[in-house]
């Protein structure tokens, strides 16, 4: 069922509104671009920290945020739990380069809705954007 503030004006569906975070500029600013080129997101902006990443939630409203699980100054299983005391209705799926294995607990703990790996496509990440968004859990095979 869908609220006012899923539908843009005229009747069409408002497209997810999408903040990165991570801390290595090339992969965010290529992710951002994806999320941007396709008409179901909109990309708010991009974090490359969890301080950054508290405001930015807190002034643009996304509806999802894509996580780096390893950043310099707070991780991305810490920054989530932080994000989801304040903002229970935000979704967020942690990105990480490696697995999360021994750490499995900490992630579903924190709330996240899903765990992608970045060596994946691009398409990947977005379908995992766009299904996280639904409701379903993501969590890639290779990822324990």
Same mark, same amino acid.
């Given at each position: ?51 950054? #990443?508290?405001? =930015?939630? /807190?002034?643009? %409203?996304?509806?999802?945020? *894509?996580?780096? @699980? ?52 691009? #398409?990947?990440? =977005?379908? /995992?954007?766009? %299904?996280?968004?639904?409701? *379903?859990?993501? @969590? ?5």
């Amino acid at each position: 069922m869908s609220s006012d503030a899923d539908v843009a004006p005229g009747g069409r569906a408002r497209p997810t509104r999408v903040l990165v975070v991570d801390d290595h500029t090339v992969f965010a600013e290529m992710l951002s671009m994806a999320i941007s080129s396709d008409p179901l997101y909109e990309c708010v902006g991009h974090a490359q920290s969890a301080a950054e #990443a508290y405001w =930015l939630v /807190a002034h643009h %409203s996304p509806d999802v945020v *894509t996580m780096d @699980l390893q950043m310099p100054d707070v991780d991305g299983i810490a920054a989530t739990a932080h994000l989801m005391a304040h903002h229970p209705d935000l979704l967020i799926l942690i990105l990480t380069a490696h697995a999360v294995g021994s750490r499995m607990n900490e992630v579903l703990e924190s709330g996240a809705v899903g765990v992608v790996l970045k060596d994946g496509s691009l #398409a990947t990440i =977005l379908g /995992a954007i766009g %299904s996280a968004r639904h409701g *379903t859990f993501q @969590l890639a095979p290779s990822i324990i």
